[in-house]
């Protein structure tokens, strides 16, 4: 199993471009999340998808949208790029109900708006 | 709301000697959970520990444990015998109660291991 994997693992984009990144796993969970990573600042929820066919915003979505294209894929789009959203992106999956709550994460994707 | 403090950006610890990491949390929550992940400078994240809101044992895995104290709203991580791998930095982090289970972090505790 591949568990989470994320595309792609760099970028570099101009103020104003847009882009993807996309996630999927493989371990059938329901729960899939989207998360930022700043220096000093932790981990910070942009969206979530409880379950297929849902998405709600996390505590920083502005300037995001996602699509739960299906139970495995959860995607993160930016439609025009802000230096502000330079990054590390992390995506990560759950099921609810298991007893230790355990997301698991994807490897980032580093982002870099100039 | 739920909030996450770590006040240690920054430790050292001995090699083969034991360290806490500290983590306080607020919620008005009854039912919650704790987690600790590392994230190595590779930067995955790797799960820990996991301390249920209404578990009353202490959470234990191998050299890590979890000492909760739920009157004073900590979540403090504790490892055993520190080895050079375990330099990297740690995230204290808190589910809220439902379904959903929004998960919120702290801003991190950098581990180093001296030889």
């Known amino acids: 199993n591949a568990g989470v994997t994320q595309t792609p693992k760099f970028q570099v984009l101009k103020t104003g471009q847009s882009m993807t990144l996309q996630c999927a796993q493989d371990?059938?969970?329901?729960?899939m999340y989207w998360y930022r990573q700043d220096p000093g600042m932790g981990l910070r929820l942009i969206y979530y998808?409880?379950?297929?066919?849902?998405?709600d915003k996390g505590e920083v979505p502005n300037g995001y949208n996602v699509s739960r294209l299906n139970k495995r894929e959860f995607s993160l789009r930016l439609e025009s790029a802000a230096p502000s959203q330079t990054s590390v992106y992390f995506c990560?999956?759950?099921?609810?109900?298991?007893?230790?709550?355990?997301?698991?994460f994807g490897p980032g994707t580093r982002l870099t708006v100039t | 709301a739920q909030k996450i403090t770590q006040t240690q950006p920054g430790m050292f610890v001995q090699e083969k000697e034991a360290v806490t990491l500290d983590c306080t949390y607020d919620t008005s929550d009854q039912s919650y959970g704790l987690f600790w992940y590392k994230q190595p400078s590779s930067g995955e994240m790797i799960f820990l520990i996991y301390?249920?809101?209404?578990?009353?044992q202490n959470a234990t895995e191998g050299r890590y444990s979890l000492n909760f104290q739920k009157a004073r709203k900590s979540a403090n991580l504790v490892i055993s015998a520190s080895q050079l791998g375990d330099s990297a930095m740690y995230f204290c982090?808190?589910?809220?109660?439902?379904?959903?289970?929004?998960?919120?972090f702290g801003t991190g505790t950098k581990l180093q291991v001296i030889p």
């Open positions: 982090a808190m589910r809220g109660p439902g379904g959903y289970q929004k998960v919120t």
């Open positions: 301390q249920g809101s209404y578990d009353e």
């Open positions: 998808s409880a379950s297929e066919g849902t998405t």
């Open positions: 990560a999956s759950r099921e609810p109900g298991q007893g230790a709550y355990e997301q698991y």
């Open positions: 371990m059938n969970h329901n729960s």
